[in-house]
């Protein structure tokens, strides 16, 4: 490979900054921790799909078993996209517990747990009605400065849309349900 027509500094640098160019208009700090925060409400919002998921057998709904499955697996797979953008950008996504719920509180995500399906399904509402918030905001906050971010949190927030929209639907077709 001839790399004669780079300098040593460009070809270290290059190595430094990976994707990171200069027609790169964001701040990666900020955008680093703005997606620690997302994904944060994404790990958090994984955990109570499970919980239903278990707790569904008990209310003799093995469909509702499976769409709680499915959902927490989507999830995962969200947190796992912005877990690959931070990386790319030179962050690391955090693993604490403790670091992640404290995170995903700072976008007003705080995942609850009821007894019944309907109360399940609300929370579940809730908490994607959160994220739909918190996505926005900061969909509209990085604009067009860095687009591939912007375009990867425009399709998770397409599907956090479509998850709280199918949530509002469901509820609105049946009434509460005590296991
Ligand atoms: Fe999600
Ligand atoms: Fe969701």
């Given at each position: 490979?001839?790399?004669a ?6 070809i270290?640098d290059a190595?430094?900054q990976?994707a990171i ?7 990666p ?9 997302l994904?944060?409400t ?10 239903h998921a278990s707790?569904a057998?008990?209310?003799?709904a093995?469909?509702?078993k499976?769409?709680f499955e499915?959902?927490a697996?989507l999830e995962?797979q969200h947190?796992d996209?912005l877990a690959q953008?931070?990386?790319q950008?030179g962050?690391v996504?955090i ?8 995170q995903?509180?700072?976008?007003g995500v ?8 309907r109360?399940m399904?609300?929370?579940n ?11 926005t ?9 860095d ?7 425009l399709e998770?927030?397409?599907?956090t849309?479509r ?5 509002a639907?469901?509820?609105k077709?049946t009434?509460?349900?005590?296991p």
């Amino acid at each position: 490979m001839n790399t004669a027509s780079y300098t040593t500094e460009a070809i270290q640098d290059a190595i430094a900054q990976g994707a990171i160019t200069e027609a790169y208009q964001a701040d990666p700090q900020q955008v680093i921790v703005a997606l620690n925060q997302l994904r944060a409400t994404e790990v958090t919002s994984y955990l109570p799909y499970k919980q239903h998921a278990s707790m569904a057998v008990s209310l003799f709904a093995p469909g509702l078993k499976d769409d709680f499955e499915a959902h927490a697996t989507l999830e995962l797979q969200h947190a796992d996209v912005l877990a690959q953008r931070i990386q790319q950008l030179g962050g690391v996504p955090i693993s604490s517990p403790v670091e992640i719920a404290a995170q995903a509180a700072t976008v007003g995500v705080r995942p609850e747990q009821g007894p019944t399906r309907r109360e399940m399904i609300i929370e579940n509402l809730m908490l994607e009605r959160q994220q739909v918030a918190a996505y926005t905001t900061f969909v509209r906050e990085l604009g067009e400065r860095d687009p591939t971010t912007r375009r990867l949190l425009l399709e998770i927030l397409a599907e956090t849309e479509r998850h709280a929209s199918e949530r509002a639907d469901y509820l609105k077709s049946t009434t509460d349900v005590r296991p």
